[in-house]
């Protein structure tokens, strides 16, 4: 199938580090993305990786790419009240003659202070 | 300012009514695309648009009408909704529909069929 799935629901306290699981379906899929959702608004691109790497990092964010487990990570390292959001994982596909966004359904991020 | 502009940003509608979401990009993109969001499911793709034509179409009921009159604008005509199709309708553009295009979203319309 075309899922990508995600865990619905992580809680951390301010300061801590914030992990974001997601599986996703289509090996070879070549770009794998997160996009954050805040509060009355659309989805903002945060990151994307290649799936040529197993990491990339970006000031506080870090992604782990786990091809042979089709596993991706987002690690928010000294999480603020901020970053509280919804975390959305899309993979992109090729079927059919056209290239197709599959979305997680999102992780809502609830930071503690 | 996301540099993809949705209105109106609430839309409260009846089943009978006709009513329209207007959507309107500034980055220069050639693909725009409507999308669905509902409670606890993952972001549904109605239609997308490249370079003003249709190039896919989701299975979406014909109650919803997409118009794409260039590439900075798309609408979603909407006409004898069911209260089901209340949600989150987010426009999102992208530079074309190929790799290392990311989308850009707009803030959406929160639509809601009485």
């Known amino acids: 199938g075309e899922d990508v799935e995600q865990s619905l629901f992580l809680s951390v306290r301010e300061g801590d580090s914030s ?50 487990d089709k596993h991706l990570s987002l690690r928010i390292a000294d999480t603020q009240t901020g970053d509280s959001a919804i975390y959305f994982c899309a ?20 930071v503690l202070a | 300012e996301t540099g993809v502009t949705q209105t109106p940003r609430h839309l409260v509608m009846g089943m009978t009514n ?53 590439s900075s604008h798309l609408f979603l005509h909407l006409h004898t909704l069911q209260p089901e199709d209340s949600a989150l309708y987010l426009c999102a553009s992208s530079l074309g529909t190929g790799l290392e295009s990311p989308l850009h979203f707009g803030n959406g319309t929160r639509l809601t069929v009485t």
């Open chain 1, 91 to 110: 993979e992109i596909t090729y079927t059919s003659g056209t290239y197709k966004y599959i979305f997680g359904t999102g992780t809502r991020l609830k």
């Open chain 2, 18 to 70: 006709k009513k329209s979401l207007k959507c309107e990009q500034h980055l220069g993109h050639n693909a725009m695309y409507w999308y669905k969001q509902s409670a606890k499911k993952p972001l549904e793709l109605m239609f997308v648009y490249s370079l003003e034509e249709r190039v896919e179409n989701n299975s979406v009921p014909s109650r919803f009408s997409p118009e794409c009159p260039n």
């Open chain 1, 19 to 68: 992990v974001i699981n997601c599986t996703y379906t289509d090996s070879s899929s070549t770009y794998l993305y997160w996009y954050k959702q805040e509060p009355g608004a659309g989805l903002q691109l945060l990151t994307y990786i290649f799936s040529n790497m197993d990491m990339k990092q970006d000031q506080r964010l870090t992604v782990l790419l786990n091809k042979k």
